[in-house]
């Protein structure tokens, strides 16, 4: 590292700056980016890469939880927004970043960072840089189809209830849980797309509705097929992208997200599974 490359915390101040490189780099709308710094942000969330007086690189990190089979809860880092400038690339600026967030997630006794790769040959990227797969989920377009049979009942779910009910779907497995702050990004997502949070049936559904075209971020339901029937037939949509988690002992999932481990006992107690839930990459 050079003498004017600096590796910090992002310090009150700096938020147009960051605004300006996440537009640059994932090109989202203005309204999207200014409501995640309105609603989630907060000071010291952010890490940068400046040099030459410029910040030229930046992620966010969000504090969440693995829980094991057992109950026995793993602090982790998730790593958010992570990008450099298109022409600041190709100068490590961005590994080096990441590994200035391992460091102090590492100094914060945090267990290990996951992140969620943007497109397939992000995997071989990270784990050229020691991560590896840890979650994967089922995904799949869902049309609506003509029943006559009746449909399960949708109704709005608060952020609390869906959390309890979550917990209960998810119970047994390896899976991420999400602070009250992380899933109220989510609920802001889908409610500003035009979608929310779902009761579908004994079930629970996050769905967007961006410019028309639905993704429900998650489905659980006992019946998955019939939970997205009913949310298509509510919603007044044809067809929908749907997430869902793969059944335990069912045949490998698509790969989702990947994990860094920063703690041997931990990463022992995971014990190289790839079968981890994680639902929200607040994409």
Same mark, same amino acid.
């Given at each position: 590292?050079?003498?004017?490359?600096?590796?910090?915390?992002?310090?009150?101040?700096?938020?147009?700056?960051?605004?300006?490189?996440?537009?640059?780099?994932?090109?989202?709308?203005?309204?999207?980016?200014?409501?995640?710094?309105?609603?989630?942000?907060? &000071?010291?969330?952010?890490?940068? @890469? *400046?040099?030459?007086?410029? $910040?030229? %690189?930046?992620? +966010?990190?969000?504090?969440?939880? /693995?829980?094991?089979?057992?109950?026995?809860?793993?602090?982790?880092?998730?790593?958010?927004?992570?990008?450099?400038?298109?022409?600041?690339?190709?100068?490590?600026?961005?590994?080096?970043?990441?590994?200035?967030?391992?460091?102090?997630?590492?100094?914060?006794?945090?267990?290990?960072?996951?992140?969620?790769?943007?497109?397939?040959?992000?995997?071989?990227?990270?784990?050229?840089?020691?991560?590896?797969?840890?979650?994967?989920?089922?995904?799949?377009?869902?049309?609506?189809?003509?029943?006559?049979?009746?449909?399960? &009942?949708?109704?709005?779910?608060? @952020? *609390?209830?869906?959390?309890? $009910?979550? %917990?209960?779907? +998810?119970?047994?497995?390896?899976? /991420?849980?999400?602070?009250?702050?992380?899933?109220?990004?989510?609920?802001?997502?889908?409610?500003?797309?035009?979608?929310?949070?779902?009761?579908?049936?004994?079930?629970?559904?996050?769905?967007?509705?961006?410019?028309?075209?639905?993704?429900?971020?998650?489905?659980?339901?006992?019946?998955?097929?019939?939970?997205?029937?009913?949310?298509?037939?509510?919603?007044?949509?044809?067809?929908?992208?749907?997430?869902?988690?793969?059944?335990?002992?069912?045949?490998?999932?698509?790969?989702?997200?990947?994990?860094?481990?920063?703690?041997?006992?931990?990463?022992?107690?995971?014990?190289?599974?790839?079968?981890?839930?994680?639902?929200?990459?607040?994409?």
């Amino acid at each position: 590292m050079s003498a004017l490359e600096t590796l910090r915390l992002a310090v009150p101040g700096e938020e147009t700056r960051l605004k300006e490189l996440w537009q640059i780099c994932f090109q989202d709308d203005a309204s999207y980016v200014n409501r995640f710094f309105d609603r989630s942000y907060t &000071p010291g969330q952010a890490l940068v @890469l *400046e040099t030459g007086g410029e $910040i030229v %690189s930046m992620l +966010l990190t969000f504090s969440q939880e /693995i829980l094991l089979p057992d109950g026995a809860e793993i602090p982790i880092c998730y790593v958010y927004a992570f990008c450099t400038h298109p022409e600041h690339q190709g100068h490590g600026y961005g590994c080096r970043l990441l590994a200035y967030a391992e460091e102090q997630a590492a100094q914060m006794r945090t267990c290990g960072v996951v992140m969620v790769p943007g497109e397939e040959s992000l995997f071989r990227f990270y784990q050229a840089l020691g991560y590896e797969v840890g979650f994967s989920n089922r995904e799949q377009v869902i049309s609506r189809g003509v029943s006559s049979d009746a449909l399960l &009942p949708v109704t709005p779910c608060s @952020l *609390e209830e869906y959390q309890r $009910i979550r %917990s209960r779907f +998810l119970q047994g497995r390896r899976w /991420i849980r999400y602070p009250k702050k992380n899933a109220a990004w989510q609920e802001c997502l889908c409610q500003s797309s035009g979608g929310g949070l779902y009761r579908v049936g004994d079930g629970i559904a996050a769905v967007d509705c961006w410019s028309g075209s639905v993704m429900v971020k998650e489905l659980l339901a006992r019946e998955p097929e019939p939970a997205a029937q009913a949310l298509l037939r509510t919603l007044g949509q044809e067809r929908a992208l749907v997430r869902t988690s793969v059944p335990l002992e069912a045949e490998e999932g698509k790969p989702f997200g990947v994990i860094k481990w920063l703690e041997p006992q931990a990463q022992a107690r995971w014990a190289g599974h790839r079968d981890g839930y994680l639902a929200f990459a607040f994409d």
